[in-house]
Structure formats: structure tokens, C-alpha cells
């Protein structure tokens, strides 16, 4: 894989690299995913390991310096000095992140065996929704080492307890009545929404 090693070995550029693994029948939805969300840093990263799987056995050696976040970030194991005492939760991100990745891992591993139906499509979902949370744990960790700070969280509005009782009596009605459709789409997922939103009103009452 002559293209292959040149990508790997040069400036991996990533719309090359995403058009290169276009040409050698790479998965679909991770196509989708290069496309949706761009170059972000779990993309690049992602679109390099895929890569290397069609590169073969031969080792191939990064680029210096490599453009690409290493999985797992290794140099990124030591946090820079910071003052605040925010260390802790810059570690719990790199352990956060490495999780998420190693989930990902398992739900494509599952996608394969699993037949056309509700499950498939849950599946599906989880796997965009954990490649999301990966994105959110690089945006966190890339703040983090650019300005030895954490992002300002913004406050959400504080919503009045009746207010808050009638809306999700509201989505444990909709959710209910879903379920009760012979052809429920996502079931699993409504059925989880439902015992969620059914919790949460019991710690309201």
C-alpha cells in the first residue's frame, strides 16, 4: 500500500487522507463521520489508525513533528503546571477519553453482529454519540494545555419546580404512548428516555 505509506509518511493532509480511504472501501460510517464533523483532532487521529490497519504489518514511523494526536496521548500523560489545582481534572479527562475510545472499539466490534433492526440502529447511535464525547474530551484537553485553564461553564437557567414537573409528565406521556405503537421506532432507546425521565421526576415529588 505504496499511497498508503506516502499519506502516513507525509503531511497527512486530511481531505487526502479521507478521499484515500474513500478509494480502499473503508467503513461507510466512519466516511460519514470524516465528512459531518471535519478535521477535528479525534477525527485526524481516528482517520491515521484507520489507515495504518491498511498499511499492513510494516511498521510505518510518524511524521516529525506529527500533526496527529497520538491514541492514547502519551506525551500528554503530564499536565502542564497550573495554579488553580486543576490537574486532577485534566487527568480524569485523559483517563475519560481513553475509555471512551476503548468503547468505541467494542460497539464497532458489536455492529457486526448484529442483524438490521432496532439494536443496529441503537448501536449506531451510541457510536456517534461516544465519537461526539471524544470530540467534547479534545476540545476540554486542547483548551487545557493552550491556556493551563478549563473553559468558563456556562450557567443553564434554573427552570421552576412545577414548571419542571409538568414537562416531563409531558415526555413520560409521549414516551409511553410511542411505546404502545406496534412499529416503535428505537425502542430500546424510548424505553430507556422513559425511565430516565420517570426518575427524575420521583426526586421532584
Known sequence: ????????????????????????????????????????????????????KFAGSVPVPAPDPAPVKPRPAAAATTPPPNKDGENRRYLDLLKKRDLLYRNLDHLHVEKRFLQVGDKLRDCAF??????????????????YQ????????????VRDK???????????SKAEK??????????VRTER????????LAKLL
Open 1 to 52: 500500500m505504496a499511497a498508503v505509506h506516502d499519506w502516513l509518511n507525509g503531511s497527512r493532509d486530511f481531505a487526502a487522507g479521507v478521499a484515500l480511504y474513500a478509494q480502499l472501501g473503508g467503513s461507510a460510517l466512519y466516511q460519514r463521520m470524516f465528512a459531518n464533523t471535519g478535521a477535528t483532532p479525534a477525527n485526524k487521529a481516528k482517520l491515521a489508525a484507520e489507515l495504518e
Open 193 to 200: 428516555l422513559l425511565k430516565d425521565k420517570q426518575d427524575e
Open 146 to 157: 493552550e491556556h493551563e485553564t478549563f473553559p468558563v461553564a456556562k450557567q443553564k437557567p
Open 126 to 143: 451510541a457510536i456517534l454519540s461516544t465519537h461526539q464525547k471524544i470530540v467534547e474530551c479534545w476540545t476540554m484537553i486542547d483548551h
Open 162 to 172: 412545577k414548571v419542571e414537573i409538568q414537562y416531563l409528565r409531558v415526555s413520560i
Open 178 to 187: 410511542r411505546l404502545k405503537q406496534p412499529g416503535c421506532r428505537n425502542r
